[in-house]
């Protein structure tokens, strides 16, 4: 696989990061996922945008300029021959000279930019998405500030696991009794003909898919209601379902053990994941 390090495109066995570079020693980086289907970038404006909020949100200067940045894409995606898969983007606030608290002087200290692809034929034609997926529900302990996209993950992992140590795909974060998302994904709900799920805030990732699937939704005259919902509601929803760039929109069919419905996947969601991907990719560049 060829990789992108500070402005070099090298064969992943040769990209080297500095041990004193602060993604790897405080977290102190954020990060973009885009998927790529028929060789082309899913909303790559989207992701743009949000890199550049997330950056500022933290002081970060911004090592490339958003024209680059595509060409970057497009450059990987072609050098790797993908088809169905993502770009992972990566930027810290790089390598000073030696451990601090304090945040390096920019002109001194460059950010750190990495890009790589992952392949994953099958993406938009995944089998999960006819079976369903089944979530356990944790306690959110993550920190204020979920709206800045950080490479911080290590409790969104740890939910992972306890998902999966119980038999489940993902978990739903629960604050003061109601849910905030998935560990790596937006939330939602369906009762009747519509679609419910949190409001943007500092305590969600303001989802490049979710922006677009609620846009979808009102287009075709379903219902969106933006508010909180608790985990008991969840259960007894019509239908529920998360999106995320790898995902799209994914049915959820059981909430901690509990069946919804008969425990396939209803009406609104699998209607919502074929609008996505046939319009994502419509507008993909
Ligand atoms: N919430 C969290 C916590 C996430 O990590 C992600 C995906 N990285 C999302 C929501 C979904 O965001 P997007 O649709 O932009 O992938």
Request: net charge negative; charged share 30%; no cysteine.
């Amino acid at each position: 696989r060829t990789v992108y390090v500070n402005g070099e495109y090298l064969p992943e066995t040769e990209a080297k990061v500095s041990i004193f570079d602060r993604g790897f020693l405080m977290a102190d980086g954020v990060y973009e996922v885009t998927s790529v289907l028929d060789g082309k970038l899913i909303d790559f404006d989207g992701h743009a945008v949000r890199l550049q909020r997330s950056l500022d949100e933290l002081e970060m200067q911004s090592p490339i300029s958003k024209e680059d940045l595509l060409e970057v894409h497009r450059e990987l995606v072609r050098l790797n021959g993908v088809e169905e898969g993502m770009i992972y983007l990566q930027i810290t606030r790089g390598a000073p000279d030696d451990r601090d608290f304090v945040f390096p002087d920019p002109e001194t200290t460059a950010p750190t930019i990495v890009l790589f692809t992952q392949n994953k034929p099958g993406l938009a034609d995944n089998p999960a998405a006819k079976k369903g997926m089944k979530v356990i529900s944790i306690e959110d302990i993550r920190w204020g500030r979920r709206d800045i996209k950080t490479v911080q993950l290590l409790y969104p992992s740890m939910g992972k696991m306890m998902a999966k140590k119980a038999g489940a795909d993902d978990a739903w974060m629960i604050q003061d009794g109601f849910v905030t998302e998935g560990t790596s994904n937006n939330a939602y709900i369906v009762k009747g003909n519509k679609i419910i799920t949190r409001a943007k805030s500092n305590d969600i990732l303001h989802g490049i898919t979710r922006a677009a699937v609620l846009r979808f939704a009102e287009e075709a005259q379903m219902e969106v209601e933006e508010r909180n919902f608790t985990i008991d509601e969840a259960r007894e929803a019509d239908e529920a379902f998360i999106t995320s760039a790898s995902t799209f929109v994914m049915p959820v069919v059981e909430i901690d053990g509990a069946k919804l419905g008969d425990g396939v996947p209803g009406r609104v969601a699998p209607r919502l994941r074929e609008i996505y991907l046939d319009e994502s990719r419509k507008a993909a560049i």
